[in-house]
């Protein structure tokens, strides 16, 4: 079987169209997650170079189970290779807009307590000894306020299985932070 005349440049106009769609619905929580672990003035840079990986494996990315998780893993990529070569730790602890943004959502019921305890031990501190996976779900759920099935989108997983993170990662950092968790909170 012979190719069309043209079809072979529509195939790459198409997979171009494909990527630049990505990288429009994408670019807003890429820069925002870039922002909260290497700040403001690098966050655009880190954000930029994740997605230009991102482009020259296009065609790879396109036969992965699930190309926005591949593209979440190049981005965590840039952001660690950040913060290494400079001998940097995430910035999320220094994050207003972290604190604020887990004390109204993941505490709503402990905020005095919590805003007491968070000075005194550390949130980033108890966040940063998480699973990994267990801290994507809660930057991206309640820092980056993605829905769960966003959440599960991004890391290819499961509604159920980002609730289960949620779940068990509120259990880990109220005992670490020894704030009580509601009875449901710990089904």
């Known amino acids: 079987m012979t190719e ?3 079809s072979s440049a529509r195939r790459h106009r198409s ?7 990505f990288h429009a619905f994408h670019r807003t929580l890429w820069m925002r997650y870039a922002r909260v672990h290497v700040g403001r003035d690098a966050a655009e840079g ?3 170079r994740a997605f230009r990986s991102l482009r020259r494996d296009w065609e790879h990315a396109l036969v992965q189970e699930s190309v926005p998780q591949y593209g979440w893993t190049l981005l965590k990529d840039e ?4 913060l290494e ?6 910035l999320l602890a220094e994050s207003a807009g972290f604190e604020r943004a887990v004390r109204r959502m993941l505490f709503d019921e402990l905020c005095d307590e919590f805003a007491v305890l968070s000075e005194e031990i550390g949130l980033y501190s108890a966040i940063a000894v998480l699973p990994e996976r267990q801290q994507d779900v809660i930057v991206l759920r309640y820092v980056l306020t993605r829905t769960d099935e966003e959440t599960a989108d991004f890391l290819g997983i499961e509604c159920a299985t980002v609730r289960s993170n949620i779940r068990h990662a509120k259990n880990s950092l109220a005992r670490k932070l020894n ?3 509601d009875s449901k909170d710990t089904d």
Not at 15 to 21: D, G, I, L, N
Not at 79 to 82: F, K, M, R
Not at 85 to 90: I, S
């Open 4 to 6: 069309q005349p043209g």
């Open 15 to 21: 997979r171009t169209v494909t990527f630049e769609a």
């Open 46 to 48: 880190v954000a930029d």
């Open 79 to 82: 952001v660690d290779a950040w």
């Open 85 to 90: 070569v400079r001998g940097l730790k995430p």
């Open 179 to 181: 704030i009580p968790l």
